[in-house]
């Protein structure tokens, strides 16, 4: 399931289970709509239990990643990331993508408070 929600200068992304067809697209309008912010923001993705996705999308996403990455830099105040089992190590991997904080967080609601405290 995705689903893209957006309140004031919050964003959240949510990419878990259970699958639903039409996932991979949805998640990549979902970053598509990220990367056309045009105001500052801060994010929070909530990933797991999701299949993995196609190599096709895989690539769309990396090729995001590498398109948005300066528009990002300049306007993402933060990336809060909640996943089962994810560590420094994988937050590692954003940060050597995006000049700004990359947090983890157990939660959605201390992903949102630490947003927020990103956002002050």
Same mark, same amino acid.
């Given at each position: 399931m995705v689903a893209f929600e957006e309140t004031d200068d919050l964003?959240? #992304?949510r990419y878990v289970a259970p699958p639903?067809? %039409?996932d991979e697209t949805a998640y990549l309008d979902a970053l598509e709509r990220v990367g056309a912010r045009p105001a500052?923001? $801060?994010l929070v993705m909530v990933l797991g239990g999701a299949a993995k996705m196609s190599a096709a999308s895989e690539r769309a996403q990396a090729l995001w990643f590498? *398109?948005?990455r300066a528009d #990002?830099? *300049?306007r993402c105040r933060g990336l809060v990331i909640v996943r089962? %089992?994810?560590g420094? $190590? %994988?937050a590692d991997v954003f940060r050597r993508l995006w000049a700004f904080p990359?947090?983890?967080a157990p939660d959605e609601a201390t992903a949102r408070a630490t947003a927020r405290s990103l956002l002050a």
């Open positions: 964003v959240v #992304l639903e067809p %039409g500052p923001f $801060a590498k *398109r948005t #990002l830099d *300049r089962p %089992g994810f420094e $190590a %994988g990359i947090r983890i």
